[in-house]
């Protein structure tokens, strides 16, 4: 495992490049902002005031520029000029890219120039540049040369230390400094975003349904919060036949694991419900041998769940909120259920299984209806890698969101660019779509008739019917298939997104400022929603 750690700081503390690597990272227009009497103390004594005013001055960003100060130990980044309406403003996605392509893996510095609105999307795309997974064989060296590294070039231990640089954006206004509190949420948020991103990395040998359990129930031991476990056979007994029927074929069983975190005073209930396929094979419906590697990451959606939860709660949150783990993994045996047969999900519905590589709707019917039925749950979001649609619907950058609320996809689409984890609406009409699923024998089936038409909604609309299409509340599904890796790399996408999204729950300043919800009207209108359904 990478032993690199993450550290945060809201002023530049002095070192030599040549002992710490550095790069500096903003838009071309908040670099000139910075004076070098501020920037030298990252720079002195080998990066003198004409050589680094030069180079700012050459920096032609197309989309971005790179320029090398002192050999590959200070290097000057700069940032897009523009950014469309979709992307995030602190281009996220760029500063990721740098910090790996610079990285050295011993002590070194990243010096982030921007506006206080991009601190928490900049300090994410940083911790994702540094990934923990590893199983690597080199052996650590002596470290007498005092880098860090040992003389095979293998990197022991390390710290990356990111440091601000707070800029008005030519606004003409005081930028404030980050607090303490500011950089503990962005060091609490990014240990999360670290952290789903070696779950999601992690192989199934590795991380099956017991460990995936165990990573949980050590979030519930630091949180001091409630966890539950149905596992098993007992996922049957009590109704659970999504999940049920998804992993009984698999050695270890599956499971619903739900943490619960209820504080006094809190008069809202919201649960993130959250796929984890530890692995898919495809199930009976096999995948070919080019598309099953990397299925280890159909548990993106659970990870990002564990790791937002644990944050949120870290930080302080004032209400109800229940993180429910759909955990399964779709194998192939003599129990496995088979192409035909007939599963009654918890919401009650039968389905006819047609396709049983189509299996994270089912588990997470069962994760959705539980959320309503037994948590009450009026705000319920599910997250999970669920169809390989997404890519074609919204990209590799987007992820997929459906809601049955207008204002969400608005809500939705604004957390995405604050906090870089991008999303993007899909069509939400049941009329037109459910249709995909009419079946001779049962309720519906779980896999459409049409593959061309609209995928991703369908699959999201199969979760949504288990709640009734006339269901009160505000329900959100987000498909991030595709923005959870990168290349053969997880992401940690969702931690960012659900701390931003709910910022107005928290206790932090930092995160009620990120956050564009007006609770108060979310929750008028469930209430509203729910007289005229009794009337």
Same mark, same amino acid.
């Given at each position: 495992?990478?032993?690199?750690?993450?550290?945060?700081?809201?002023?530049?503390?002095?070192?030599?490049?040549?002992?710490?690597?550095?790069?500096?990272?903003?838009?071309?227009?908040?670099?000139?902002?910075?004076?070098?009497?501020?920037?030298?103390?990252?720079?002195?004594?080998?990066?003198?005031?004409?050589?680094?005013?030069?180079?700012?001055?050459?920096?032609?960003?197309?989309?971005?520029?790179?320029?090398?100060?002192?050999?590959?130990?200070?290097?000057?980044?700069?940032?897009?000029?523009?950014?469309?309406?979709?992307?995030?403003?602190?281009?996220?996605?760029?500063?990721?890219?740098?910090?790996?392509?610079?990285?050295?893996? *011993?002590?070194?510095?990243?010096?982030? *120039?921007?506006?206080?609105?991009?601190?928490?999307?900049?300090?994410?795309?940083?911790?994702?540049?540094?990934?923990?997974?590893?199983?690597?064989?080199?052996?650590?060296?002596?470290?007498?040369? =005092?880098?860090?590294?040992?003389?095979?070039?293998?990197?022991?231990?390390?710290?990356?230390?990111?440091?601000?640089?707070?800029?008005?954006?030519?606004?003409?206004?005081?930028?404030?400094?980050?607090?303490?509190?500011?950089?503990?949420?962005?060091?609490?948020?990014?240990?999360?975003?670290?952290?789903?991103?070696?779950?999601?990395?992690?192989?199934?040998?590795?991380?099956?349904?017991?460990?995936?359990?165990?990573?949980?129930?050590?979030?519930?031991?630091?949180?001091? *919060?409630?966890?539950?476990?149905?596992?098993?056979?007992?996922?049957?007994?009590?109704?659970?036949?999504?999940?049920?029927?998804? =992993?009984?074929?698999?050695?270890?069983?599956?499971?619903?694991?739900?943490?619960?975190?209820?504080?006094?005073?809190?008069?809202?209930?919201?649960?993130?419900?959250?796929? =984890?396929?530890?692995?898919?094979?495809?199930?009976?419906?096999?995948?070919?041998?080019?598309?099953?590697?990397?299925?280890?990451?159909?548990?993106?959606?659970? %990870?990002?769940?564990?790791?937002?939860?644990? %944050?949120?709660?870290?930080?302080?949150?004032?209400?109800?909120?229940?993180?429910?783990?759909?955990?399964?993994?779709?194998?192939?045996?003599?129990?496995?259920?088979?192409?035909?047969?007939?599963?009654?999900?918890?919401?009650?519905?039968?389905?006819?299984?047609?396709?049983?590589?189509?299996?994270?709707?089912?588990?997470?019917?069962?994760?959705?209806?539980?959320?309503?039925?037994?948590?009450?749950?009026?705000?319920?979001?599910?997250?999970?890698?669920?169809?390989?649609?997404?890519?074609?619907?919204?990209?590799?950058?987007?992820?997929?969101?459906?809601?049955?609320?207008?204002?969400?996809?608005?809500?939705?689409?604004?957390? =995405?660019?604050?906090?870089?984890?991008?999303?993007?609406?899909?069509?939400?009409?049941?009329?037109?779509?459910?249709?995909?699923?009419?079946?001779?024998?049962?309720?519906?089936?779980?896999?459409?008739?049409?593959?061309?038409?609209?995928?991703?909604?369908?699959?999201?609309?199969?979760?949504?019917?288990?709640?009734?299409?006339?269901?009160?509340?505000?329900?959100?599904?987000?498909?991030?298939?595709?923005?959870?890796?990168?290349?053969?790399?997880?992401?940690?996408?969702?931690?960012?997104?659900?701390?931003?999204?709910?910022?107005?729950?928290?206790?932090?300043?930092?995160?009620?400022?990120?956050?564009?919800?007006?609770?108060?009207?979310?929750?008028?209108?469930?209430?509203?929603?729910?007289?005229?359904?009794?009337?």
């Amino acid at each position: 495992m990478s032993k690199v750690k993450v550290t945060f700081s809201n002023k530049l503390t002095e070192s030599d490049p040549l002992v710490n690597p550095v790069i500096i990272i903003g838009k071309l227009e908040n670099l000139k902002q910075v004076p070098y009497d501020v920037i030298k103390a990252k720079l002195e004594p080998r990066v003198s005031e004409e050589v680094y005013q030069s180079a700012l001055t050459c920096m032609q960003p197309s989309p971005t520029d790179v320029c090398s100060l002192y050999l590959n130990m200070a290097t000057l980044a700069a940032l897009p000029k523009r950014c469309a309406r979709h992307n995030a403003p602190s281009h996220a996605n760029f500063i990721t890219k740098l910090v790996r392509s610079t990285c050295l893996g *011993v002590d070194e510095y990243v010096v982030i *120039v921007c506006e206080r609105q991009d601190v928490l999307a900049s300090a994410c795309a940083v911790a994702r540049a540094y990934p923990i997974y590893s199983r690597k064989t080199l052996k650590p060296a002596s470290t007498s040369n =005092g880098t860090g590294v040992g003389n095979s070039g293998t990197p022991t231990s390390a710290t990356v230390r990111v440091e601000f640089i707070l800029v008005d954006g030519g606004k003409g206004e005081d930028a404030q400094t980050l607090s303490e509190n500011d950089l503990l949420c962005l060091e609490e948020i990014c240990i999360s975003v670290r952290t789903v991103a070696r779950i999601v990395d992690t192989p199934c040998s590795e991380m099956n349904v017991k460990d995936f359990t165990q990573e949980i129930q050590q979030v519930a031991s630091e949180l001091g *919060v409630a966890c539950s476990v149905v596992l098993g056979e007992e996922l049957k007994e009590k109704g659970f036949g999504g999940i049920y029927g998804v =992993g009984k074929a698999a050695i270890v069983p599956p499971a619903l694991v739900t943490l619960s975190y209820t504080p006094p005073n809190a008069t809202q209930t919201i649960a993130w419900v959250g796929k =984890g396929i530890v692995y898919d094979t495809g199930g009976l419906s096999i995948k070919g041998k080019t598309a099953m590697p990397g299925m280890k990451r159909d548990c993106g959606g659970a %990870a990002a769940i564990l790791g937002a939860f644990r %944050a949120a709660v870290k930080l302080g949150f004032s209400e109800n909120l229940h993180a429910v783990f759909c955990l399964a993994e779709n194998a192939i045996g003599p129990n496995a259920t088979r192409p035909d047969d007939i599963l009654t999900l918890y919401s009650g519905r039968t389905v006819e299984i047609n396709n049983t590589d189509a299996e994270g709707r089912l588990v997470l019917a069962d994760g959705v209806a539980f959320a309503q039925k037994d948590l009450k749950a009026n705000v319920i979001l599910d997250m999970a890698t669920l169809t390989g649609a997404q890519a074609i619907a919204t990209g590799r950058y987007h992820a997929a969101v459906l809601t049955n609320r207008e204002e969400w996809e608005e809500y939705c689409l604004q957390a =995405g660019r604050t906090s870089g984890d991008l999303t993007f609406p899909i069509p939400f009409c049941p009329e037109l779509h459910l249709p995909e699923f009419s079946s001779a024998f049962a309720d519906m089936k779980n896999s459409v008739a049409d593959r061309g038409n609209a995928q991703s909604s369908c699959a999201g609309l199969f979760i949504f019917a288990q709640l009734g299409v006339d269901f009160p509340g505000s329900w959100i599904h987000v498909d991030m298939a595709s923005p959870c890796h990168c290349g053969e790399r997880a992401t940690g996408y969702g931690v960012a997104l659900l701390v931003t999204l709910f910022g107005q729950y928290s206790s932090q300043p930092f995160l009620q400022n990120m956050s564009s919800i007006s609770f108060d009207e979310v929750f008028d209108k469930f209430e509203t929603c729910k007289k005229f359904k009794r009337s």
